[in-house]
């Protein structure tokens, strides 16, 4: 049987579809519309009319089944929370032997103030510097505190928090004070823009691959014959897409002299481990051997000695179709995925022709819409066949012929990604090298991902016309 937090996680993938199927029906109409001021129309066509009043139908319909799912998402979040309570009530009731101080404290986590918080250790400097204290001095203090904040966790993380690392000293395996997770994720996101954007969902709890059916043979239909004819009957049969889960990891010794006469070196280097775990987990979904995008994305050549922004838009158009062909309405080609360099070239792009049909939310006379985003934030752009540009950098520039870097044309609802919902939180500080002085400092997380659940489901652009830009 599910556990709470799947059955949760599978209700919100249900209102997010409802909440796109409502976007979806309203920007068609309001494109339809758009058109029909753009012409200069004083009424819609028949056939105008009839899409309009299909699309009000199918957003009535999103919206309807969109509030159902919220009561039915409200309800499963009262019965996580109901499932806490039983779980801190037996806490407080179970005899541990402790004394009466101890389990008054327990009683009392998530009511009190945290023991580290954003207001009084913004950057994590007094956890860190506690975590190493701890195993350095066996520090008596900052051991309490840190028991202290292992148990705030245990009440309210409950469901989720799982002591991985085994090793020496009190404290074998240490959960990140989640508002510094959070407080990372947007500096660290900045390095796996692509990742940010796959469908994610939650990693399971035990196991080292991901199991999921593809189906192989489809079932079949026809026409039949005559009156008490056979039937056609194709008999289904699937597969199994194994995933593997994998490790990502980092580690630093630092010098006793460091932590003891430094200034926020900790952090800083917690910090940079981070950004480095980042880095590490989007690019291996772009560049890994056999399953990264690029080598398992259905490319199109762009052959070019001389290349232009208006000769390589076609190939995007040519790619973009592929998906389409090959997904068929399971999903649908909303991000292009490109370099920096590209998007910077493409901007520099200039053009005398304009697209033949329309397109909404951009220009009749521009190629595309520039967001002004910084990098790392989200969508950067809007190309004219409505893909959402993510830039990032993690994009080889080094294919083909030497210079060249490639560009993705995914559906996100295709590329998934599995993640441990706290990763990566976990870190561990011992003395590694007592005779130099040194203090250990690892951070890991577990993922696992895949774009294989369709042939051809993910398409790239690449050749010699993505050879280094010149501006």
């Known amino acids: 049987m599910a556990t709470i937090d799947e059955l949760i996680a599978s209700i919100e993938v249900e209102l997010e579809a409802a909440h796109k199927r409502r976007d979806k029906a309203i920007a068609e109409a309001k494109a339809i519309l758009s058109l029909a001021s753009q012409e200069g129309r004083a009424n819609l066509t028949a056939e105008e009319d009839e899409r309009i009043a299909q699309l009000a139908v199918a957003r009535d319909g999103a919206k309807s089944d969109a509030e159902g799912i919220k009561v039915k998402l409200s309800n499963a979040n009262k019965i996580k929370g109901e499932e806490l309570e039983t779980g801190r009530a037996e806490r407080e009731v179970t005899p541990t032997g402790v004394t ?18 954003p207001d009084t250790d913004p950057t994590g400097v007094s956890f860190i510097r506690d975590v190493t204290n701890q195993f350095l001095f066996g520090d008596v203090q900052a051991s309490s505190r840190l028991a202290y904040h292992m148990q705030e ?109 430094g200034t926020g070196v900790e952090s800083v280097v917690m910090d ?11 690019s291996t979904l772009l560049n890994q051997a056999t399953n990264g995008l690029t080598n398992v994305a259905t490319a199109t050549a762009y052959t070019d000695a001389s290349p232009t922004g208006p000769e390589l838009y076609p190939k995007i158009l040519g790619a973009q179709s592929g998906v389409d062909t090959a997904l068929m309405g399971f999903g649908s080609p909303d991000v292009a995925v490109m370099h920096s360099r590209r998007w910077a070239w493409l901007q520099s792009q200039l053009t005398t022709s304009w697209p033949m049909i329309s397109q909404p939310n951009i220009g009749p006379q521009t190629m595309g819409t520039n967001l002004h985003t910084r990098y790392g934030s989200g969508a950067r752009g809007l190309l004219p066949n409505g893909l959402v540009v993510i830039v990032d950098n993690n994009i080889a520039t080094t294919l083909g012929a030497g210079t060249e870097d490639e560009i993705y044309i995914v559906p996100t609802s295709e590329c998934h990604l599995w993640e441990d919902p706290n990763a990566p939180v976990f870190i561990r500080a011992e003395q590694a090298a007592a005779s130099s002085l040194g203090v250990l400092l690892v951070l890991y997380g577990y993922f696992a991902y895949t774009f294989a659940r369709f042939a051809n489901g993910v398409a790239k652009i690449n050749g010699t016309g993505l050879i280094a830009p010149q501006f």
């Open 153 to 261: 966790e245990r009440v309210e993380r409950a469901g989720q928090l799982q002591e991985r690392a085994v090793g020496t000293g009190a404290f074998a395996g240490l959960t990140v004070p989640q508002y510094l997770t959070d407080m990372y994720a947007p500096a660290a996101a900045a390095l796996r823009p692509f990742a940010d954007v796959c469908n994610k969902h939650p990693l399971p709890a035990d196991g080292m691959s991901v199991n999921i059916s593809k189906i192989t043979t489809a079932t079949g239909v026809a026409i039949q014959a005559t009156e008490n004819s056979a039937v056609q009957e194709t008999n289904i049969d699937d597969t199994l897409l194994t995933i593997n889960v994998q490790t990502a990891a980092g580690q630093q010794t630092l010098s006793r002299q460091a932590i003891e006469r």
């Open 272 to 282: 940079d481990l981070f950004r480095r775990y980042s880095t590490a987990l989007d």
């Open 100 to 117: 009466a101080r101890t389990q008054d404290r327990v009683a009392r986590v998530g009511r009190e103030a945290r023991t580290y918080r």
